[in-house]
């Protein structure tokens, strides 16, 4: 119950979105629970909704409730638009389909249908010339055009997996991934399952919501994190991974990581994450991947304390790309209310 309302209120203030946040029981009642029931308040607002002066409180329950639906909307609408944002690229570099199709499988298919219905929505209506590569015309982002149209019908139907790519050469560890890019068919064939990846995870960020990370670094303690474990996230880091790779080095080096630091006050929080080599897009991904800026999409699986009184969060990334729609918060979307999480700037490790 307290995490779901801390996460629907990026644990903010529903009324003034200052962070530090009390746990308060809109009726008064302390044994109704109900996440309805529940705002998040700042130590000053909860002493409004909590303090009786006269025989009235300064901050009424009905205004609470107003507060608390007007956030928690902007919250959900906030999370959606940096979302998309954030897993929107212009070249993936490393992309996770083993734990694609477990999250999709997930889903029921009203869940999944509603979602397509919400990307076809949501794509914008001109590809940007820079996701169009220069020699094989593939997108390299998913938008209103035959290939992605093609992605989302197939995840309409229930597709954990892309019936309509001829996978002829198919991974020795994943049937289902395509393997070597010798002729213009396996490379088309490759390219598309890329784009079917990229539209698969704007079908599940759409369906269950995807925090960004910058939420978790609020908490204090391992514990504090629990309520997140499981939750799809988005993320912006900067990032090193010395071990990295090359897709072809899968047998002898099957996996490696990246890791990330940021800074909340006095604390380090470091975030890490491990790749399977097999699945990184390309030689000049696996060098991207030692030091730059990255963003995308993950699932977070928990949290670790550190030596230094920091947490060392883990994230299993879905996918990861560089060179999304925007790099500046003044230029998101329209509908985009830039919170205080959308903003923070990780440190380089």
């Known amino acids: 119950m307290q995490s779901a309302v801390l996460v629907g209120n990026r644990?903010?203030?529903?009324?003034?979105?200052?962070?530090?946040?009390?746990?308060?029981?809109i009726d008064g009642n302390p044994n109704n629970n109900d996440p309805a029931n529940i705002a998040a308040l700042c130590l000053t607002h909860h002493d409004m909704a909590s303090m009786v002066i006269g025989l009235t409180k300064k901050l009424q329950p009905d205004q609470v409730r107003h507060y608390k639906a007007t956030w928690e909307a902007t919250c959900a609408r906030d999370i959606w638009a940096l979302s998309r944002?954030?897993?929107?690229f212009h070249y993936c570099v490393y992309k996770n389909p083993p734990r694609i199709r477990e999250a999709l499988m997930s889903l029921s298919m009203r869940e999944r249908r509603q979602a397509v219905a919400r990307i076809r929505d949501a794509l914008i209506d001109e590809q940007d010339p820079k996701d169009r590569d220069e020699i094989w015309g593939y997108n390299l982002a998913p938008a209103t055009t035959e290939a992605t149209h093609v992605a989302l019908t197939s995840l309409f139907h229930?597709?954990?997996?892309?019936?309509?790519?001829?996978?002829?050469?198919p991974h020795p560890e994943d049937p289902y991934y395509p393997f070597g890019m010798s002729t213009q068919e396996a490379m088309t064939t490759f390219h598309?399952?890329?784009?079917?990846?990229?539209?698969?995870c704007q079908v599940l960020a759409a369906a269950r919501g995807a925090l960004p990370l910058e939420d978790v670094y609020d908490c204090e303690s391992e514990e504090e994190t629990d309520g997140y474990a499981g939750r799809l996230v988005s993320f912006r880091l900067s990032i090193r991974g010395a071990g990295i790779k090359v897709p072809r080095m899968w047998k002898t080096h099957p996996t490696s990581s990246i890791r990330a630091r940021a800074k909340r006050g006095?604390?380090?929080?470091?975030?890490?994450?491990?790749?399977?080599?097999?699945?990184?897009?390309?030689?000049?991904?696996?060098?991207?991947?030692?030091?730059?800026?990255?963003?995308?999409?993950?699932?977070?699986?928990?949290?670790?304390?550190?030596?230094?009184?920091?947490?060392?969060?883990?994230?299993?990334?879905?996918?990861?790309?560089?060179?999304?729609?925007?790099?500046?918060?003044?230029?998101?979307?329209?509908?985009?209310?830039?919170?205080?999480?959308?903003?923070?700037?990780?440190?380089?490790?």
């Open 11 to 25: 644990h903010a203030c529903c009324v003034c979105q200052q962070p530090r946040v009390q746990l308060h029981h």
């Open 85 to 88: 944002e954030r897993f929107t």
């Open 158 to 169: 229930g597709e954990d997996a892309p019936s309509y790519l001829p996978v002829k050469h």
């Open 192 to 200: 598309h399952y890329d784009l079917w990846c990229q539209v698969a």
């Open 266 to 349: 006095d604390r380090v929080i470091t975030v890490k994450m491990a790749l399977r080599t097999m699945y990184l897009f390309s030689d000049t991904a696996a060098i991207n991947l030692r030091s730059g800026r990255v963003s995308g999409l993950g699932i977070f699986s928990g949290a670790t304390e550190g030596q230094s009184g920091g947490l060392e969060l883990s994230v299993v990334p879905l996918l990861i790309g560089t060179g999304g729609w925007v790099t500046d918060p003044q230029h998101y979307p329209k509908d985009f209310a830039v919170s205080r999480s959308a903003t923070t700037e990780e440190g380089r490790e």
